[in-house]
């Protein structure tokens, strides 16, 4: 089975030595969690934070980049602008020449929201930002400049396996996993969240090795760093997929099952199954014997409570008994029993090997440079895949210390139910939890396949919903922080977000020399929450994309895009700029130089 393949490659291969290595990397950092004893005794308390001061919120820019950062959010903010900037771009460009249009780009778009063309020169900026207390997450935003049809062609080629090619396109996977050609083009719809398209294994290795010189510019750039990686660089993305459908699949029954036994609506991780009727219920579908079923659920695997949850559930899928033989649901549409997992080609093994393979290199090299690895979040039929693949990294790697954070989209409506249900199985299984969350960058694609192929909305139904939910499972978190060494990531440019997270950092007793919160924000937006925060002593980063100008256009396009859909908080960061640039003005100090 190759779900027992997946899981044998991920947990092989890991020394003592590779252990070691990971608590060696982050010996260094700040302890976390319980213990902190004497040291709390003396440690100054936690800094309080004005995001009003715009004094001190820019203390950092010099007046030209102020003027800059106000003429870019304001052009991002122009309906009109925004519908025609591609063939704006274009004409521009035609009219300028590639040498003069690079340097107008410097000048106000690329200027304002990528640090530079190589690692070499963004180092300044890196440089700058730390001496004012503001880490980075390094992207190369480089993207193919591929038309609608090509990336389409490209995406239905790789999500689609031999088997379904042979036999016409049929698929016994469920809707959502599945290619749907009106959606191939993944860029449609996203507004941030740079998107790979498969090409080759050769094509992979090169994200590998991109992702590898991020990983060790990162480690330089500081001794907490973080580096941001998306999966779908790293293989086919038929095998996240089908994987997705696995797992989703596996699930499902679960709930299923309680529902049979009146547990219905219940949160994921307080909802147990009686081993004795679920056993019944297996035997009546004819599944298994009724002596294999015993072997199944044994007081060796699941205890001698008599029930199981879905954390015991979901490790049935990878255990060492005989069930993963007879890994069949029933599909509720025709009432047969269908087998779980589909079968590879021997191709199709050798590419979901190659892609574990790239994931344990790049966790080791973040491993031995002390670098924190973040795996993106993306759609969410790639996402179950993405989640417990992170997952098995988190277990091998999150020994000592969070090293591997797994992204939550708190748009999602069981966005509660997966934090929760990885939270205690860290607690269970003694590992430390590492999370970022954001709201989510895949909205309006996920909404319009959802409708077009006919499944289930995915998304919470308003923007209120989802602030709702992002702090619900933000709250969770921060209480766990208390008990546990563990570590979250608040990726948002909220103001009111940040300041409730700061609320519950002084109530939960969390400060930030203990180093478990940290913040992020995009370059080039949010320096009213990112700087007074670093200048305060929090752990907070900017997400810093680079890359050739030409090649970055498609990333600036989305960028111009992003700043539409948050007029809120770019008008609120409009009106501090202006604020601080006529400060400036009144008092003489237009040529301010940062020091």
């Not at 709250?475 to 519950?504: G, P």
Request: glycine fraction near 6%.
């Amino acid at each position: 089975m190759y779900l027992k393949r997946i899981l044998y490659v991920l947990r092989s291969g890991v020394s003592r030595r590779a252990t070691q290595s990971t608590a060696q990397a982050t010996s260094e950092l700040p302890a976390a969690g319980p213990g902190r004893g004497a040291a709390e005794a003396v440690r100054s308390p936690v800094p309080a934070v004005d995001f009003g001061n715009t004094q001190e919120a820019y203390r950092s820019r010099y007046s030209w980049e102020l003027a800059r950062s106000l003429l870019v959010l304001r052009l991002c903010a122009s309906p009109a602008l925004l519908a025609r900037h591609e063939q704006l771009l274009h004409l521009t460009r035609r009219l300028l020449g590639q040498r003069l249009f690079d340097r107008l780009m410097k000048m106000t778009f690329y200027g304002q929201f990528v640090a530079g063309e190589d690692q070499e020169s963004i180092r300044p900026l890196i440089q700058h930002n730390r001496a004012f207390g503001v880490g980075s997450i390094l992207d190369y935003s480089v993207e193919e400049d591929l038309t609608p049809e090509e990336a389409e062609r490209k995406e239905m080629e790789s999500c689609t396996s031999a088997v379904e090619r042979d036999s016409c396109g049929t698929s016994k996977r469920e809707k959502q996993f599945q290619a749907h050609r009106a959606f191939g083009d993944r860029r449609d719809g996203v507004v941030s969240a740079r998107t790979y398209f498969y090409a080759s294994e050769a094509k992979c290795d090169s994200h590998m090795e991109t992702f590898l010189r991020c990983i060790e510019a990162s480690g330089g750039a500081s001794e907490d760093g973080f580096s941001a990686i998306k999966l779908s660089a790293l293989g086919r993305p038929q095998f996240l997929l089908q994987f997705s459908d696995v797992l989703a699949k596996w699930r499902r029954f679960f709930h299923q099952m309680a529902a049979e036994q009146g547990k219905a609506g219940l949160a994921a991780v307080d909802t147990k199954l009686e081993v004795a009727a679920l056993q019944e219920s297996v035997v009546k579908m004819g599944i298994a014997s009724r002596t294999e079923i015993e072997n199944w659920f044994t007081a060796e695997t699941l205890g001698v409570s008599g029930t199981l949850d879905l954390l015991d559930w979901d490790s049935l899928i990878d255990s060492k008994t005989e069930l993963s033989k007879h890994l069949v649901v029933p599909n509720m549409q025709t009432g047969q029993l269908e087998p779980l997992l589909s079968r590879f080609t021997k191709e199709e093994e050798l590419q979901m090997t190659r892609m574990l393979q790239r994931m344990d290199v790049l966790a080791k090299k973040a491993s031995e440079a002390g670098v924190r690895l973040m795996v993106d979040a993306e759609q969410t039929y790639f996402q179950p895949a993405i989640s417990r693949l992170t997952l098995e990294m988190q277990r091998r790697f999150n020994v000592e210390k969070p090293l591997i954070f797994n992204t939550y989209q708190c748009y999602l409506k069981e966005a509660y139910d997966n934090v929760t249900l990885d939270v205690e199985l860290a607690r269970r299984e003694g590992w430390c939890f590492g999370a970022k969350l954001v709201r989510g960058a895949y909205m309006a694609q996920e909404r319009a396949r959802a409708l077009e192929i006919g499944y289930e909305d995915p998304i919470n139904p308003t923007y209120e919903a989802t602030n709702t939910m992002y702090h619900r499972c933000l709250n969770y978190v921060l209480e766990e922080l208390k008990h546990a060494r563990a570590a979250v990531m608040v990726a948002s440019h909220n103001e009111d977000t940040v300041r409730f997270t700061l609320r519950r950092m002084e109530e939960l007793g969390l400060h930030p020399a203990d180093r478990q919160v940290y913040f992020g924000q995009l370059l080039g937006m949010c320096d009213q929450i990112s700087f007074p925060l670093g200048q305060a002593g929090f752990p907070v980063y900017k997400y810093v994309p680079y890359g050739p100008v030409m090649e970055v256009l498609p990333y600036l396009s989305r960028r111009a895009l992003e700043n539409s859909g948050v007029m809120k908080g770019a008008q609120r960061e409009r009106q501090l700029l202006w604020q601080e640039l006529k400060r400036r003005l009144r008092t003489g100090s237009l040529c301010h130089r940062p020091a």
